[in-house]
């Protein structure tokens, strides 16, 4: 298991892939867990002795005794992340002086999720989360956005949340025909929230940097996955951050030599919500089984996740964009039972055969995979511990997930809870 002083976990797919199980099994021995990317869209689910968390802001390290840091790279929902602090003590979880949030982190603001619900039911669907992402993203590169220390400043939030909601309500008006927010109400609204969260806000990227300088175990939570980063994804079916390993130093202020080794996170075969090319994908009674056993839907919005085999192409990328060295298998359990079990090594691309991810999405889409096959295994996995207890075809498997990747399979899920994982030296 990977143990070095800093560490992140990433998902290796379209998101979806298990990272809250993982990170919340690294969390036991880290002292700051730090989320950098991304925001209420995502929703990493954890199972403690039979009880699910769905967590979408506070890193899962929370479960534990770890300092989380929500860091500048994350949009912040007010609303969510306070109802999330509540669920989270009303079920017995402390949130005290072990939750700190960025002072430079942006704010989604209602007209972020107005505008993210209007478009999306437009002509370019992208199939989003509806929670504002996008339309936050885009605010903070126009300079237009509202970081959390402008919450503080009442003469400045005030101004600059009339100027943008006028702005807003017009295009809401003249490309939606939606009615028009009031700024007034927003900013009283909005002040009440921030007074709530003043205990929680620090300038974190002093906090970390200090951390990781002192010798502190510091692990980076990545969220959504690297095929729906902004720059390396499946453009323009992304998200609005980058999902993976380059989006920590500019989502905390941490400085890439001090980030150490990220694992990464695939599930033993692949999901993906919401629109875009999926090449792999099963839809057939085949994927239907998989959504199934697998639960196969949205922690966040409950949507139906379309379902595959296992893409070794696009993985492949995400390895390299990430330089991931270990990578953690999850929901292999969900393969027990299956006759054959495939895995795409290739692509037919215009009547070509290429082993590398196409940069044009467009083109992704046309892509037929080739496969390996490899026979299936009936045993229930559950109960398994130990790497050598596995099926032989289960090994089988992941060894050749192994060769094919140039990755260690370190971790290996096989069930919800934390405790059915085989942690491999
Ligand atoms: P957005 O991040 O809400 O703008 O959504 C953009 C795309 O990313 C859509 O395809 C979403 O389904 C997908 N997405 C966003 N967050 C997650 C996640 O946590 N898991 C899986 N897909 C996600």
Not at 334 to 343: H, R, Y
């Amino acid at each position: 298991m990977i143990k070095p002083k800093t560490s992140c976990v990433v998902g290796v797919q379209w998101g979806d892939e298990g990272k809250g199980k993982i990170v919340d099994i690294l969390s036991q021995e880290a002292d700051m867990v730090v989320r950098f990317q991304g925001g209420g869209n995502a929703g990493h689910t954890v199972v403690v002795g039979g009880e699910k968390f769905v967590l979408h802001l506070i890193p899962a390290g929370i479960l534990h005794k770890s300092t989380c840091v929500i860091a500048n790279g994350v949009v912040v929902d007010l609303i969510q992340l306070l109802d999330e602090m509540e669920e989270l003590k009303r079920r017995g979880v402390k949130i005290g002086k072990n939750l700190f949030l960025s002072d430079r982190s942006h704010v989604v603001m209602p007209y972020h999720k107005f505008l993210d619900k209007h478009s999306e039911a437009g002509k370019q669907k992208l199939g989003t989360t509806q929670r504002g992402i996008g339309p936050c993203y885009a605010d903070k590169a126009a300079r237009k956005g509202i970081r959390i220390a402008d919450l503080y400043n009442e003469e400045f939030f005030t101004e600059r949340v009339h100027a943008t909601t006028e702005e807003k309500n017009k295009v809401l008006a003249a490309l939606y025909g939606a009615p028009p927010l009031d700024p007034q109400r927003i900013v009283d609204e909005y002040r009440g929230y921030a007074e709530r969260l003043k205990p929680f806000v620090a300038d974190t990227v002093e906090l970390v940097n200090e951390g990781i300088d002192a010798g502190k175990r510091v692990l980076f939570e990545g969220a959504q996955g690297s095929l729906l980063d902004i720059d390396f994804g499946t453009y323009p079916y992304v998200t609005s951050s980058n999902s993976d390993a380059c989006g920590i130093s500019a989502g905390t202020g941490v400085p890439p030599k001090k980030i150490g080794t990220i694992l990464g996170v695939a599930k033993a075969y692949c999901t993906r919500v919401g629109e875009g090319p999926f090449p792999t994908e099963l839809t057939d009674a085949l994927g239907e089984r998989l959504r199934e056993t697998g639960g196969e839907y949205g922690a966040t919005t409950g949507r139906p996740r379309r379902c595959g085999w296992f893409d070794g192409v696009t993985s492949r990328h995400a390895v390299r964009i990430n330089g991931i060295e270990d990578v953690a298998i999850t929901k292999l359990d969900i393969l027990s039972g299956l006759d054959e079990i495939k895995f795409a090594v290739a692509y037919r691309c215009n009547g070509a055969t290429t082993e590398r991810m196409p940069s044009v999405t467009s083109e992704l889409g046309r892509c037929e995979p080739v496969y390996e096959s490899f026979k299936g295994w009936k045993d229930d996995l559950s109960r398994m511990r130990d790497f050598d207890d596995l099926p032989r075809a289960a090994k089988i498997y992941l060894n050749f997930v192994e060769r094919y990747l140039k990755v260690k399979v370190s971790m290996i899920s096989v069930g919800k809870d934390r405790e059915k994982t085989i942690l491999r030296k």
